[in-house]
T-cell receptor
Framework: GDSVTQMEGPVTLSEEACLTI???????????LFWYVQYPGEGLQLLLK?????DKGSNKGFEATYRKETTSFHLEKGSVQVSDSAVYFC??????????FGKGTRLHILP | DAGITQSPRHKVTETGTPVTLRCHQT?????MYWYRQDPGHGLRLIHY???????DKGEVSDGYSVSRSKTEDFLLTLESATSSQTSVYFC?????????????????FGAGSRLTVL
């Protein structure tokens, strides 16, 4: 079945450092791909999405490119802030109604 | 923000007791989902609904049942709670799963319900 694998955390960085959180997927066909973010004490919220190969999703300085050849959707940001500290989830949806999440990566940004 | 509320937000109960969590939406979205979040497991789908009285199982449905008698309400029931069901439960809604539709498969989450089974 479909699955999502993302890098284990926690990831700890200093403010203004570059961020990459790896995400790879296994799916038949052409899934849509998502990154969600969960701030402390809150539910998840959509950060960005891409619905077809080579699409780039972007929001709040974060970017991710849908790479079908490597089945990847890595999350990147050029300069992180303390306020980016959160848990990040990669997810996919395929031809049915279900949305599959990775296990999440906790990010700590130090001032 | 989408109108989605979960109740109760916190509950402590004893093993063997029944528990019902409620998810209420004001967006008239067709799809509703129940997930549980546990350390080391991320988010796992319990059950979902694609319309009134139309539900299906997710990957961790054992020990849970759901009902959807109205578009706006999706209930999750633990018939006899066990300690392994201690978790944070999230409800989510989406408008459509068709990739061609705007907002397809974009989930809006509730704030979560923390359940502790002693």
């Amino acid at each position: 079945g479909d699955s999502v694998t993302q890098m284990e955390g926690p990831v700890t960085l200093s403010e203004e450092a570059c961020l990459t959180i790896n995400c790879t997927y296994t799916a038949t066909g052409y899934p849509s791909l998502f990154w969600y973010v969960q701030y402390p004490g809150e539910g998840l919220q959509l950060l960005l999405k891409a619905t077809k190969a080579d699409d780039k999703g972007s929001n709040k300085g974060f970017e991710a490119t849908y790479r079908k050849e490597t089945t990847s959707f890595h999350l990147e940001k050029g300069s992180v802030q303390v306020s980016d500290s959160a848990v990040y989830f990669c997810a996919l949806s395929n031809r049915d109604d279900k949305i599959i999440f990775g296990k999440g990566t906790r990010l700590h940004i130090l001032p | 923000d989408a109108g989605i509320t979960q109740s109760p937000r916190h509950k402590v109960t004893e093993t063997g007791t029944p528990v019902t969590l409620r998810c209420h939406q004001t967006e008239n979205h067709r799809y509703m989902y129940w997930y549980r979040q546990d350390p080391g497991h991320g988010l796992r789908l319990i059950h979902y609904s694609y319309g009134v009285k139309d539900t299906d199982k997710g990957e961790v449905s054992d020990g849970y049942s759901v009902s959807r008698s109205k578009t706006e309400d999706f209930l999750l029931t633990l018939e006899s709670a066990t300690s392994s069901q201690t978790s944070v439960y999230f409800c989510a809604i989406s408008e459509s799963y068709l990739a061609s539709r705007p907002g397809a498969n974009v989930l809006t989450f509730g704030a979560g319900s923390r359940l502790t089974v002693l």
